[in-house]
């Protein structure tokens, strides 16, 4: 079970936008709409940021926005914040194996 | 409020045993899929197996298939892997976590395994 592909890091100045993409195949990514995104600080358990492809969990915020083109989705962070600074990983379901996969993470620094 | 809390993490030589328990409250625990997923030190998060919400479609990733044991018991509210056979690999915190559709909502606080003689 090989796991999508993140950029290993990604950086932005506060009030800038960055992209975090995150690539797989045609037996995930590219035919589910099941991508979800997690945030992740250090020691602390993920937390759900997107689901369905670009849909935001309640009291997430409007910055953080999803979309998905082929095999490749991404993650947008709008109006940096050092708050945002933390580990982002993607994840989709794969009909490979009917089962999981995540993507290696990407470590946004702020 | 939801609530999963992990338990049973340790130190164990290799070749061991541990078996992880997962206590969920705060929803209906008997209608929800339920997964393991681990992170090994300073590594990335690896989904490890999943149930469905009455215990009869479980799948494993290669890297444990064979070794470890997902259960669950509805009328306990509460999620089990049970892992033999542990290698260093293996050594990583271990979070369970609630699928709702296609969306980790809620994961545990960890449990660390760590495998070393």
């Known amino acids: 079970q090989s796991a999508l592909t993140q950029p290993a890091s990604v950086s932005g100045s506060p009030g800038q936008s960055i992209t975090i993409s995150c690539t797989g195949t045609?037996?995930?990514?590219?035919?589910?709409?099941?991508v979800s995104w997690y945030q992740q600080y250090p020691g602390k358990a993920p937390k759900l940021m997107i689901y369905?492809?670009?849909k935001r969990p309640s009291g997430v915020s409007h910055r953080f926005s999803a979309s998905k083109s082929g095999n490749t989705a991404s993650l947008t962070i709008s109006g940096l914040q050092a708050e945002d600074e933390a580990d982002y990983y993607c994840c989709s379901y794969t009909s490979t194996t009917t089962s999981w996969v995540f993507g290696g993470g990407t470590k946004l620094t702020v | 409020e939801v609530q999963l809390v992990e338990s049973g993490g340790g130190l164990v030589q290799p070749g061991g045993s541990l078996r992880l328990s997962c206590a969920a409250s705060g929803f209906t625990f008997s209608t929800y899929w339920m997964h393991w997923v681990r992170q090994a030190p300073g590594k990335g998060l690896v989904w490890v197996s999943h149930?469905?919400?009455?215990?009869?479609?479980?799948v494993y990733a290669d890297s444990v298939k064979g070794r470890f044991s997902v259960s669950r018991d509805n009328a306990r509210n509460t999620l089990y892997l049970q892992m033999n056979s542990l290698t260093v690999e293996d050594t990583a915190v271990f979070y369970c976590?609630?699928?709702?559709?296609?969306?980790?909502?809620?994961w545990g606080q960890g449990t660390l395994v760590t495998v070393s003689s």
């Open positions: 045609s037996s995930d990514v590219g035919t589910y709409n099941l």
């Open positions: 369905e492809g670009t």
């Open positions: 976590a609630k699928l709702d559709g296609d969306g980790f909502d809620y």
């Open positions: 149930i469905n919400s009455d215990g009869t479609r479980i």
